[in-house]
Nanobody, 124 residues
Framework: QVQLIESGGKLVRAGESLKLSCAAS????????MGWFRQAPEKEREYVAT????????TYADSVKGRFTISRDHAKNTLYLQMSKLKPEDTATYYC?????????????????WGRGTLVTVSS
């Protein structure tokens, strides 16, 4: 059974840093693009960052560029999101996802695998 399990979310203060992890099991994602997404209360899920299979190409949403860093450890089959200079507007449930494909059936994002999320709360 393929699983993506996020961890690391917690309550932090504005300006602090936090590192999220996403441990994959059930198969290797070493050659598969992965990403982080987030969903704030009463808002749609939004893209945060992606990384390619080799780990040498990344993309970021404008809202996190310069503050967040996505990375991966192939040996551990784990994806990371280092977040710094956190803001209250970063408060959301953060989801790890893998294996992009075209969205279908009304999906906003097409990813074959999703984790269950980890909650990050940033207080002002």
């Amino acid at each position: 059974q393929v699983q993506l399990i996020e961890s690391g979310g917690k309550l932090v203060r504005a300006g602090e840093s936090l590192k999220l992890s996403c441990a994959a099991s059930g198969r290797s994602f070493n050659n598969i693009a992965m990403g982080w997404f987030r969903q704030a209360p009463e808002k749609e899920r939004e893209y945060v960052a992606t990384i390619n299979g080799r780990g040498d190409a990344t993309t970021y949403a404008d809202s996190v560029k310069g503050r967040f860093t996505i990375s991966r450890d192939h040996a551990k089959n784990t994806l990371y999101l280092q977040m710094s200079k956190l803001k209250p507007e970063d408060t959301a449930t953060y989801y790890c996802a893998a294996d992009p494909r075209p969205p279908r059936n009304g999906e906003k994002y097409g990813m074959d695998y999703w984790g269950r999320g980890t909650l990050v709360t940033v207080s002002s």
